[in-house]
C-alpha cells in the first residue's frame, strides 16, 4: 500500500532530484528569514529600535516578554537571582550532574587542544572578547547542552563574562536544569528574556543589562534575524537555520540505523534529513525502516511533515556522484556510513559543519559528548562559516616594531608605494626620518 513517505526517495537519473535539493534549501531559508520589508521585518526593527533606546529599553523588553512569552515580569525581575541558580544546582539528579561534568570536561579539552591563542608569534596578538552573551532556546524541553557547547570555548578563550538569556517558558523562568548547568560554570548572569529582545539587550544593553561584544547560540527566526540586523554592533557566530544531517550511506550501512539518525533531526520540526546512496536496493530497504520508525514516535505527524518539507533519499549512479552533491549541499551534520570506505570520503569531503565518520558516530555524540561544539552552520553556510569554537571568542592583533636600521632598507620602497597611491602624507611620514637614518 502506498504510503505518503515514498515520494521522498528519488534517483538521481530522475530529473527532478536537483530541483528537489534547492527545494530543500529554499525551504530551510525561509524557515530562517524574514523577507526585507515584510510585516515580521518591520515588527523586528520596531523591537530593535524600542530596545535600543536607553530611556525605555527595560520597559520594552518587559511589554514584549509579557506579549510574546505570556510573562510579566518588573526589571529587577529579569535576572536570575544568584540563590535560584544555587538552588537548581543543589537539587539537581546526581547521575545528571555527573553526565554534565564529564560532557563538560570533554569539551573543554577538545577546545584548548584546539586554541591558536596558545600558540605565540611576534607579529600578532591574541585578546579573548571582553563581554559574551548566549542564546538559549526556551523549548519544551530544557537545552543544557546549549550552554555547555557555548559558553566552554568562550571560557576556555578567555572570556570574563558570559551571560545567558532564555525565554521564561518553565513555570514563569528558566528550566532549572540549565541554571544548574550555568552555576557549574560558574556563569552568574542569566536573566529570563529571549526572543529578538533579548537579543537587542544584549547587543544594545538597557537600564540593567550591561551590552556584550559578541552573541552566540541558536534560536527562532525572531532570534537569528535579529542576530543579523545587529550584526555590526557586535559580532555574531552565524545566522542558523533548521538542523539539518545529511547521511551517506552504502550497503555497509545497517538501513535501521540511518532510518533512526534521519528521524533524530526530523524531530526537531523543523529539521532536514537526507540519504545520498549508491545504492537503490539500500535506499528502498532504508526507506522500508523509515516508515515503521516513523510511527513508533510520540509526534508521528510532525516528524512525517518535516520529512516530506526537508527530507529525501536520492540515489546516485556512483560515490563520485555523491560526494560531489554532498559538497554542494554543505550540511550542518554530516554523517558517513560506508564501511572501510567512510574515511576516503571524508577525505573528499570540503564543505560541512562536522563529520561523523563510522557506523558508531551518529549526530548525537557531537551533540552531546565528543568536544567540538554543536553550534554549527546550517542552510549551506559551511560553504564559508565554522564550527563555534574557541577561536571564534579571541580577536587578533597585528604588532609591528621596525627599529632604525630596518626602515632604512624599507625606506624607498614605502615611499614609492605611497606616491603610487597619491598619498604624499604617507610618503611624508617616512621622508622626514629618512634625515634621521
Request: hydrophobic share 40%; with cysteine.
Amino acid at each position: 500500500m502506498p504510503h505518503e513517505l515514498d515520494k521522498i526517495l528519488i534517483s538521481a537519473y530522475d530529473p527532478e532530484w536537483h530541483a528537489r535539493l534547492r527545494e530543500i534549501h529554499a525551504t530551510a531559508r525561509r524557515a530562517t528569514y524574514f523577507e526585507d520589508g515584510s510585516d515580521e521585518d518591520k515588527q523586528l526593527n520596531e523591537i530593535l529600535r524600542k530596545v535600543s533606546n536607553r530611556r525605555i529599553g527595560n520597559e520594552a523588553v518587559r511589554e514584549y516578554t509579557e506579549k510574546f512569552d505570556k510573562v510579566m515580569l518588573i526589571p529587577e525581575q529579569f535576572r536570575v537571582p544568584q540563590k535560584e541558580l544555587e538552588k537548581a544546582h543543589a537539587e539537581i539528579n546526581q547521575d545528571l550532574l555527573k553526565s554534565i561534568r564529564q560532557a563538560i570536561e570533554n569539551v573543554r579539552k577538545y577546545q584548548e587542544e584546539i586554541f591558536i591563542g596558545n600558540f605565540k608569534h611576534p607579529g600578532i596578538k591574541y585578546t579573548p572578547i571582553s563581554r559574551v552573551g548566549i542564546c538559549v532556546p526556551g523549548a519544551s524541553a530544557p537545552l543544557p547542552s546549549t550552554v555547555i557547547m557555548t559558553a566552554v570555548p568562550a571560557q576556555v578563550a578567555g572570556v570574563k563574562e558570559v551571560a545567558v538569556v532564555s525565554p521564561p517558558r518553565y513555570e514563569g523562568s528558566i528550566h532549572p536544569v540549565i541554571l544548574a548547568v550555568c552555576y557549574e560554570l560558574g556563569i552568574e548572569e542569566a536573566y529570563r528574556i529571549g526572543g529578538a529582545q533579548a537579543v537587542a539587550a544584549l547587543a544594545y544593553g538597557t537600564q540593567t543589562i550591561q551590552p556584550v561584544d559578541k552573541i552566540v547560540g541558536p534560536g527562532n527566526q525572531w532570534v537569528q534575524m535579529a542576530k543579523r540586523k545587529v550584526f555590526g554592533v557586535v559580532d555574531v557566530d552565524s545566522i542558523a537555520g533548521p538542523s539539518e544531517v545529511l547521511v551517506i550511506a552504502n550497503d555497509d550501512a545497517d538501513p535501521a540505523w540511518i532510518a533512526a539518525d534521519m528521524l533524530s533531526q526530523a524531530e526537531h520540526a523543523p529539521g532536514s534529513a537526507v540519504l545520498f546512496t549508491d545504492s537503490q536496493n539500500f535506499a528502498q530497504r532504508t526507506l522500508e525502516v523509515l516508515k515503521e520508525q516513523v510511527n513508533e514516535l510520540s509526534r508521528k505527524e510532525e516528524a512525517i511533515k518535516c520529512l516530506l518539507k526537508f527530507g529525501a533519499i536520492i540515489v546516485f549512479e556512483d560515490i563520485d556522484g555523491v560526494i560531489t552533491q554532498a559538497n554542494f549541499f554543505a550540511a550542518e551534520h554530516l554523517e558517513i556510513q560506508c564501511g572501510e570506505e567512510s574515511k576516503r570520503i571524508a577525505d573528499q569531503i570540503r564543505n560541512a559543519g562536522a563529520i561523523f565518520i563510522g557506523d558508531y558516530s551518529p549526530v548525537a555524540v557531537g551533540d552531546y559528548w565528543a568536544g567540538p561544539s554543536h553550534t554549527l552552520p546550517t542552510g549551506t553556510s559551511a560553504r564559508f562559516f565554522s564550527a563555534l569554537s574557541a577561536n571564534d571568542f579571541i580577536k587578533s592583533t597585528s604588532i609591528i616594531e621596525y627599529d632604525k636600521e630596518k626602515l632604512a632598507e624599507s625606506a624607498e620602497d614605502i615611499i614609492r608605494l605611497a606616491e603610487a597611491e597619491g598619498l604624499s602624507a604617507h610618503a611624508r611620514s617616512i621622508k622626514i626620518r629618512q634625515q634621521d637614518l
